[in-house]
């Protein structure tokens, strides 16, 4: 591996005067344009990599941000992680992904190694479970910024979309179609964007003075497999005989379809559908799916520019918790 003492050796000038301009200070440093020049084409030609270790340790930046979520698999955090990664690729930073995987001590283990690596910064989709080390983070006065959801109970910077609002203008799609027996399918999981979305069905059902109880609620377990999430769902839609059904989470919304379709249901002639954020599947899926579709970009660039903020960037965030607004994509499921 070629060190700065090799390249300094070859162009007849002190490491020192090497390290300089290698890490962008040859202005500062008075060095010419020319040596400068001469420097950064041996480096290149060479091979120089920096020891980005050694950088973290001399600096105290290490030019990295954490991207923490609980899966990496789901488009929303395939199409979050791609606009994230570009937005930080702006101010020079590279992501590094973390995968909790709902595992609690693999995500201290996970936030210990973080820790030592002296990244600069957080965002976090947060799960339950590891709000311990989230707090441990805050604490260190480390920069974070939540994604998706936040603990209630932590003053930290979160962008998320308008959970609430999202579910009612499904429900309100839906009642203004007469649909009268509109069910709602959610998960277990206890985070505030999923209570935000159940509050919004039921308040929005008693605005339309429509009949609900828990009855028309499908509450499945986040952990249970695909399968056993279709058979679920499916039993229920039997039992209960909904003549619309909203779902509460895109992967909800595909295990429903699963479900229909077993039953030998037809959209939207025996059922209506909407679901809660948007998928490819969503379009192709006849007769179309009408979702409520999560403003994505706007999320990821959000969350870069208040994080970046937080970091201690020249760049301007009039606020620090946000609420987008999501957007109804009608096709023909209702």
Request: with cysteine; proline share 3%.
């Amino acid at each position: 591996m070629v060190s700065i003492k090799d390249i300094a050796k070859t162009v007849g000038v002190s490491t020192s005067t090497v390290s300089f301009v290698l890490n962008g200070k040859e202005k500062e440093m008075r060095i010419s344009e020319v040596l400068s020049k001469k420097i950064k084409k041996v480096a290149k030609e060479a091979g120089y990599q920096r020891n980005q270790v050694a950088v973290s340790l001399r600096t105290g930046k290490s030019k990295i941000i954490a991207l923490i979520v609980d899966t990496i698999s789901g488009s929303f955090f395939s199409s979050l992680a791609r606009v994230i990664e570009q937005e930080a690729t702006k101010y020079g930073y590279r992501i590094i992904y973390c995968s909790t995987g709902n595992d609690v001590a693999n995500s201290a283990e996970f936030f210990r190694m973080l820790y030592q690596y002296q990244i600069d910064g957080y965002l976090v989709i947060p799960s339950e479970g590891i709000e311990k080390e989230l707090r441990q983070l805050v604490a260190k006065n480390k920069p974070l910024v939540f994604i998706d959801t936040f603990f209630t109970n932590m003053n930290a910077p979160y962008v998320l979309v308008d959970n609430y609002n999202g579910v009612a203008k499904g429900i309100d799609y839906l009642a203004q179609k007469d649909y009268g027996k509109i069910a709602f399918v959610c998960n277990n999981v206890e985070m505030v964007q999923m209570q935000e979305r159940i509050r919004g069905y039921k308040e929005t059902l008693k605005k339309h003075k429509l009949k609900n109880g828990n009855k028309l609620i499908c509450v499945t377990n986040f952990d249970d497999p695909k399968e056993k999430v279709v058979k679920s769902i499916a039993a229920f839609i039997k039992r209960e005989k909904p003549q619309a059904i909203m779902f509460a989470a895109n992967y909800l919304g595909v295990c429903g379809l699963e479900s229909i379709m077993s039953l030998g249901l037809k959209i939207p002639k025996d059922i209506a559908v909407v679901c809660f954020d948007d998928l490819d599947l969503f379009n192709l899926y006849p007769p179309g799916i009408t979702s409520i579709r999560q403003p994505i970009e706007e999320i990821a660039k959000t969350a870069i520019h208040i994080l970046m903020s937080e970091m201690g960037y020249k760049v301007k965030a009039d606020q620090k918790q946000v609420q987008l607004e999501p957007q109804i994509i009608e096709r023909h499921s209702a």
